[in-house]
């Protein structure tokens, strides 16, 4: 299973951001995504998750931004409104997937959001 993830880049604050990451292999099914995001001399940690057509996001991004997926393209999205500074960070999809041979999890390679001071 391959993630790859693409949107990033600069953006001012209180801009937007739209985060893409499609999922590609052997894929039977995804049972569970997410984004995730690392800041720099931080651990990472979660964003949104998205499952089952249920939500989940951290405190610091509720009501700013969106997830959602398409379950017919593998894809799933991040949709960031009114970004702030300490929004920066890498961006890592991750998704839940079944294959032919094992259930487990898998991680994109991260994409850079820099939102300027």
């Known amino acids: 299973v391959q993630l790859q993830a693409s949107g990033g880049g600069l953006v001012q604050p209180g801009g937007s951001l739209r985060l893409s990451c499609a999922a590609s292999?052997?894929?039977?099914?995804?049972?569970?995504t997410g984004w995730y995001r690392q800041a720099p001399g931080k651990q990472r940690e979660l964003v949104a998750t998205?499952?089952?057509?249920?939500?989940n996001y951290a405190d610091s991004v509720k009501g700013r931004f969106t997830i959602s997926r398409d379950n017919a393209k593998n894809t799933v999205d991040l949709q960031m409104n009114y970004v702030e500074p300490e929004d920066t960070a890498v961006y890592y999809c991750?998704?839940?997937?079944?294959?032919?041979?094992?259930?487990?999890?898998?991680w994109g390679q991260g994409t850079l959001v820099t939102v300027l001071q």
């Open positions: 292999g052997s894929i039977r099914t995804i049972n569970a």
């Open positions: 991750n998704v839940y997937a079944t294959t032919p041979w094992y259930t487990r999890y898998f």
């Open positions: 998205i499952s089952s057509g249920s939500t």
